[in-house]
């Protein structure tokens, strides 16, 4: 259909059959390269040789559903029934598309933060409704919004507002000041928020991650969309799942069951089993992952680019020109050549693609040889630009 035939194969897909067809490094794709805790991948082996693998209740299983409710209590402060307001889904990907499909009519308008994560607007597009953007811009080393555009962009048609954060991929965790303009915006406009905080326990440097529902008079009103997938380093399961005040989920599972209809049963199992007794194992790999990122940064630096430093998800934000480039994806199609390493253009996160086209993202969810080979790799380009002596 004429609504979708300019999003074709995703950047993910492009740039991770490049590195496999040229041999480069992968740090384009952000898939961790190591397992998740060893004990939460035994429960779900004991979950399918245990029979567990029918279909589940729609909503998901109840094991799940109860851990995921004492987590957002445990964390939070905030309260949701597990028999009504969570929902399992297929990964966060499926969350979002099904609250848009849900809760968007054609015509409706829904801002989202550019850069953004491919599958938002496809989503929005699924829906017929309409993309609003709002552009992140550097200020003082970190992406961040300008209040009066985010107000400009609201108008009589808006009906959501898409927040990621810690943010994929310009890695921004939202302050309170930020999420509170945010908020103020979304009581004035009567607007849902939906919220993909996938990344909410990977922040680095002591930035705290805030959900949006915990703001003045937005739990009624939000969306809150978190996955396994990310925590705890099983991208593979595509165990996600939504909380959400009853009316809005039940919208939301009224879609999905018709896209998915339910979810696999021995992983929604064991990542209950983590939600208990793994958020040791998750801060670990946060602080493993914070020592990552440095590593990278300063691999990318001495290479000549300029880097931007993430306070969340496992991903840095670098800016190509300072090696003389200008084009993000032209350079990432050619860096396996020059380079031997495989990365993200960040332009095709933007519907203004022209003020991405200078920044090149790379992941440092790898293990630390595999960090180190790619710097080495990359210091080539500092070379050739007379950066790299």
């Known amino acids: ?101 849900a809760l968007c009519e054609p015509g409706d308008e829904v801002i989202a933060f550019e850069p953004y994560y ?126 959400a005040p009853e009316p809005l989920v039940r919208a939301v599972q009224t879609v999905k069951q018709f896209l998915t209809f339910t979810a696999s049963a021995p992983w929604q199992l064991a990542v209950a089993y983590g939600l208990r007794h793994e958020l040791d194992w998750v801060s670990g790999l946060r602080d493993g992952l914070q020592a990552k990122r440095d590593r990278l940064m300063t691999g990318l630096t001495a290479a000549g680019f300029d880097v931007y430093r993430p306070a969340g998800t496992y991903f840095v934000q670098t800016d190509i020109r300072p090696l003389g480039f200008t084009d993000g994806l032209a350079l990432t199609r050619e860096l396996p050549a020059l380079a031997g390493v495989v990365a993200i253009p960040t332009q095709v996160f933007y519907a203004h693609p022209e003020r991405g086209r200078h920044f090149v993202r790379f992941a440092f969810c790898k293990q630390d040889e595999v960090i180190d080979e790619a710097v080495t790799r990359l210091a080539r380009l500092g070379k050739e630009a007379g950066n790299g002596e």
């Not at 109840?62 to 029934?81: C, M, N």
């Not at 004035?188 to 703001?215: C, K, M, N, Q, S």
């Open 1 to 101: 259909m004429a609504r979708m035939r300019a999003f074709g194969t995703t950047i993910f897909a492009e740039m991770s059959a490049l590195a496999l067809r040229t041999g480069s490094i992968n740090l384009g794709q952000g898939f961790p390269d190591t397992d998740g805790p060893t004990a939460m991948l035994e429960r779900a082996i004991e979950a399918v040789r245990g029979g567990r693998n029918q279909y589940p209740p729609g909503p998901g299983l109840p094991e799940l559903r109860q851990a995921v409710s004492e987590h957002r209590k445990d964390h939070y402060g905030l309260l949701y029934d597990p028999d009504g307001e969570i929902l399992v889904t297929v990964g966060a990907t499926e969350a979002i598309a099904a609250s848009i499909l």
């Open 118 to 243: 491919d599958s938002y607007a496809a989503s929005i597009a699924l829906a017929g409704a309409v993309l609003r953007p709002v552009t992140l811009r550097p200020v003082e080393g970190r992406f961040t919004f300008d209040p009066a555009e985010l107000r400009a962009a609201a108008g009589p048609r808006t009906r959501a507002i898409l927040v990621n954060s810690p943010h994929n991929p310009a890695g921004t965790v939202f302050t309170r000041e930020e999420l509170s303009v945010i908020a103020e915006l979304c009581v004035e406009r009567d607007l849902i928020a939906i919220t993909d905080e996938v990344y909410e326990h990977l922040t680095f440097d002591g930035a705290p991650h805030i959900p949006l529902a915990t703001l003045p008079d937005m739990r009624e009103r939000t969306v809150m969309i978190s996955s396994a997938g990310k925590t705890f380093s099983v991208t593979g399961w595509k165990t996600g799942w939504i909380c």
